[in-house]
């Protein structure tokens, strides 16, 4: 099962208003297959690239359009971590996980 962080929410939303504001037609779009890219880790787990800057087996990215999705394998269920694009430079610390 896969499951949205509330920080990885909160960042879809923000992708999606800034998109909207040239494009309402476009965030819709952009949003629903970010959502949709991580249907597929429910039987592909490790189908993404281990996050560099962590370099941790479990915690692995897909890459959709500018964006970096990353996420955590766990025992039970899959955490969706992040949505960041792909030039921010992400530091280890600005990464939630959650126990």
Known sequence: MVKWTNHALTQLHHIHDYIAQDS??????VSDALVRKTFLLDELSHMGRKVPELDEENVRELSLYSYR???????????????????????????????
């Open 24 to 29: 309402p037609f476009y965030a819709k779009r």
């Open 69 to 99: 999705i990353l996420y955590e394998i766990k025992a039970t269920h899959i955490d969706i971590l992040a949505v960041i694009h792909k030039r921010r430079d992400l530091q280890v610390g600005e990464i939630p996980r959650e126990p």
